[in-house]
């Protein structure tokens, strides 16, 4: 087979998706001129099946840790907002994203509020958890758009606390609070100005068990007014509580799980 002839020959072969093609030829001509090809038939047999599943149940997993971060209140959301400016206005993003996770990692413990605006605006015994709640700079901050980056980064999911419930700056905390947060707390890490701390493991169970037995007394305790009581609010909360930040410390010894135990030092 020559010329023209050859040429469509191995056009038409060439587009034969289901052969493999095994090039003959090896001179110059027949490269540049209708190579001579030879065809073996091959059976395509490709399983898709597993890697489809392994797809699908990775994407529905990734969904469903989604959707615990969506459901979150305007008032939340601006109250949110602030105190992440307020605290951490000049660190850089992935601080502004620590600061949101302290206050989604409360959110997830029954120690703490169950709302994102609560537990920004909790006061114990007189101390507010939280300092630019107490000196009202949370009132006064302009939220950068840097800033709303992060809280929906937050939102979404994105998370660098290694499950931190409080926060520090040293350098602006009284000794006092200094002292509770090294003796009382467990150091995490540290990222720009702040130093971020949890609960020893112990003493968070012990925490969390005796906040959620004292939470099912007073549940058993609520009359049942079900049937006169009409609801009215619409807010909604997100599911997993995450993460927060405070640096003042609120004085709680193990004993006094009734109390919550954070103060924060503002930036």
């Not at 939280?130 to 901050?141: C, E, K, L, M, Q």
């Not at 929906?152 to 290694?162: F, H, P, V, W």
């Not at 930040?245 to 799980?257: A, H, L």
């Given at each position: 087979m020559y010329g023209i002839e050859s040429i469509i020959s191995g056009v038409c072969i060439s587009q034969d998706t289901d052969s493999e093609v095994n090039k003959l030829g090896t001179s110059c001509e027949a490269v540049l001129v209708g190579q001579r090809v030879g065809k073996n038939q091959q059976e395509s047999n490709?399983?898709?099946s597993k890697a489809a599943a392994d797809t699908v149940e990775k994407l529905e997993n990734h969904s469903l840790d989604v959707e615990q971060y969506l459901k979150v209140t305007d008032r939340d959301y601006e109250t949110l907002l602030k105190i992440v400016e307020a605290e951490a206005g000049g660190e850089d993003t992935e601080g502004k994203i620590m600061v949101a996770n302290v206050i989604f990692n409360r959110l997830q413990s029954p120690i703490f509020p169950d709302s994102i605006y609560d537990i920004v605006w909790q006061n114990t015994d007189g101390t507010a958890q939280?300092?630019?709640?107490?000196?009202?700079?949370?009132?006064?901050?302009t939220v950068s758009e840097d800033t709303r980056e992060a809280v929906?980064?937050?939102?979404?999911?994105?998370?660098?606390?290694?499950g931190a419930l409080f926060f520090m700056q040293e350098e602006y905390s009284d000794s006092d609070n200094v002292s509770w947060f090294k003796r009382d707390l467990e150091f995490l890490f540290k990222h720009g100005v702040h130093a971020f701390y949890t609960y020893p493991e112990k003493t968070l169970k012990e925490l969390e068990a005796n906040a959620s037995s004292k939470k099912t007394e007073e549940e058993k305790e609520e009359p049942d007014d079900s049937s006169t009581k009409t609801e009215t609010s619409t807010e909604t909360k997100i599911s997993p509580k995450k993460k927060e930040?405070?640096?003042?410390?609120?004085?709680?010894?193990?004993?006094?799980?009734s109390k919550k135990t954070s103060k924060s030092d503002a930036i």
């Open positions: 490709l399983d898709f939280f300092s630019p709640t107490a000196d009202g700079r949370i009132n006064t901050v929906n980064r937050a939102i979404d999911g994105e998370d660098y606390s290694q930040k405070s640096s003042k410390k609120g004085k709680t010894s193990t004993d006094e799980t």
